[in-house]
């Protein structure tokens, strides 16, 4: 039987698909498994409310196919300013302070990239320069200085429509020490003259009056927060050390020569497989896509095994032996060689829209092993 041959994601996949033929612990079981595979502690709880609108930089990087622009990411998250009682405190424009709240990320996840975007106010006409400091300890007024860290410093030029600021430092801070989180301090300096503060308009970090909710979502400044998470890490660590076996193995086959045979019909190759996330009723929180391709391998695989089916040499060996003693082992397994990620935005357990890649989803290559 075959299915003997091991298989991971799209088991579960299968399994959860499946579901109406299955007693509610397998289904239960399924379903941990899956949650696990996608490092989500729990099943994100169905809301009552309307999803919140994906957060426009978000779909970006969903139709750009979850190209992170920080290495080793694998999740993004956008914030905004949480408004409160301190920004009264800030009432100019050339100094305004920003608090992203962060809380929302599990334990396991580093901080890869933190990308903080402003809008240029329209009439921005002189050179001036963003200064973007974390506030490492605020100041208490009259007795002691705030102690800032200067995280970037970023020319403003009269015709660009956005700034972007590097606030990696203090993500990566926030996430360590959440406690010790009381925002970001952006002023606005003239070039030519140093120490002056800003006098014309620069960049967009107060809501006007007049604009209402959607207008001030487009404009206001927002956190791109890129993250690594520990699956993604350990699976990173393996596959450096896995790609460069896989280099050798492929030098080696190169050097084989190239075996002809007639394709029967059920040698080991890739089939369709679509998993509908609205038939396992994940529709709620996984926000896009609405499904996938996952494909899966099945079929045979015979001696001798040919170069085409991407056998190792121990999947050789052991068909080999498998074809003069069918009874000591079995045949090589024909499962997924070679696999891609898929991008996901889901709601987390806050509500946040987040999107994430997922390793090894889709099954590119099958192969006999
Ligand atoms: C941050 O968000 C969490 C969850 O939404 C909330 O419980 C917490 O009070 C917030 N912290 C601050 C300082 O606003
Ligand atoms: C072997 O792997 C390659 C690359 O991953 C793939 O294109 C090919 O279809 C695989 N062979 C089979 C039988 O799936």
């Known amino acids: 039987m075959r299915g003997a041959c091991a298989c991971a994601v799209v088991c579960a996949l299968v399994a ?3 579901g109406a033929g299955l007693d ?9 498994q899956l ?6 502690p729990r099943r994100p709880t169905r809301r009552l409310a309307p999803p919140p609108p994906v957060p426009r930089a978000l779909r970006v990087l969903y139709d750009a196919r979850g190209a992170l622009p920080a290495a080793a990411a694998n999740t993004a998250r956008s914030y905004h300013h949480a408004p409160s009682e301190l ?18 990320v599990p334990a396991d996840e580093l901080a890869r990239g933190a990308d903080l975007t ?19 300890r605020p100041g208490r007024r009259g007795k002691t200085e705030p102690i800032l860290r200067l995280l970037d410093s970023v020319p403003l030029r009269p015709a660009e429509g956005l700034v972007k600021a590097d606030a990696l430092g203090a993500a990566r801070r926030w996430l360590m020490e959440p406690e010790h989180n009381h925002g970001l301090l952006v002023r606005v300096i003239e070039e030519d003259d140093k120490s002056s503060n800003a006098k014309v308009p620069h960049v967009r970090v107060r809501r006007r009056a007049e604009e209402n909710d959607e207008e001030w979502n487009a404009l206001q400044p927002i956190l791109l927060l890129y993250t690594e998470d520990a699956r993604a890490r350990e699976a990173r660590e393996r596959g450096e050390t896995r790609l460069l076996r896989n280099k050798r193995a492929a030098q080696r086959r190169g050097h084989r020569s190239h075996h002809h045979r007639k394709e029967a019909r059920e040698i080991c190759q890739r089939r369709p497989l679509y998993v509908d996330f609205a038939e396992v009723g994940w529709s709620d929180w996984i926000v896009a896509p609405h499904g996938y391709d996952a494909y899966y391998c099945q079929g045979d695989c015979p001696f001798p095994l040919a170069d085409h089916l991407n056998g190792t040499n121990h999947a050789i060996v052991q068909t080999l032996v498998n074809s003069v003693n069918p009874a000591a082992v079995p045949k090589a397994c024909c499962v997924p060689t070679q696999l891609s990620p898929i991008s996901m935005l889901y709601m987390d357990e806050v509500n946040n829209v987040v999107l994430k890649n997922y390793q090894d989803m889709m099954v590119v290559g099958c192969g006999c092993r």
């Open 87 to 104: 920004d009264k405190r800030f009432p100019g424009d050339h100094r305004f302070r920003l608090y992203f709240n962060l809380s929302g």
């Open 35 to 40: 949650l696990s595979l996608l490092g989500l």
């Open 118 to 136: 402003f809008q240029r106010a329209p009439g921005a006409a002189s050179d001036q320069r963003l200064l973007l400091y974390d506030i490492v």
């Open 16 to 18: 959860v698909c499946a």
């Open 24 to 32: 509610e612990a397998t289904r239960a079981a399924a379903e941990r």
